[in-house]
């Protein structure tokens, strides 16, 4: 069975910058589009960044020119790479991927979630 294991929440100040992690075992992540979405309490989950398995990103306008997608296969990881953070960008962060099987089976995989908290 798969699992995702995030890293790299934390408290930054405003302006400040974080990177979150997002390894994967027991699968390969290079045939999956990677994730990542955010949550505040209350609120509805929003999807924040993607990253398609051919190299496709695709952001949320409130993220886009600040936040950065990527993933290294080699290592079986994904990373989004947060600058000039906001208070707003305040949320639990949790990583995803998602692929079609054989059958036509949808497949998604989460991370357990990584709190990251912008305030001075």
């Known amino acids: 069975q798969g699992q995702l294991v995030e890293s790299g929440g934390g408290l930054v100040q405003p302006g400040g910058s974080l990177t979150l992690t997002c390894t994967a075992s027991?699968?390969?992540?290079?045939?999956?589009?990677v994730l990542w979405h955010r949550q505040v309490p209350g609120r509805i989950r929003e999807s924040v960044a993607s990253?398609?398995?051919?190299?496709?990103?695709d952001y949320t306008d409130s993220v886009r020119g600040r936040f950065t997608i990527s993933r290294d296969n080699s290592k079986n990881t994904m990373y989004l790479q947060m600058n000039d953070l906001k208070p707003e960008d305040a949320a639990v962060y949790s990583c995803?991927?998602?692929?079609?099987?054989?059958?036509?089976?949808?497949?998604?995989?989460w991370g357990q979630g990584a709190q990251v908290t912008v305030s001075s």
């Open positions: 995803n991927a998602k692929t079609l099987s054989d059958s036509g089976q949808k497949i998604s995989l």
């Open positions: 027991g699968f390969d992540i290079s045939s999956y589009a």
């Open positions: 990253l398609t398995a051919s190299g496709v990103s």
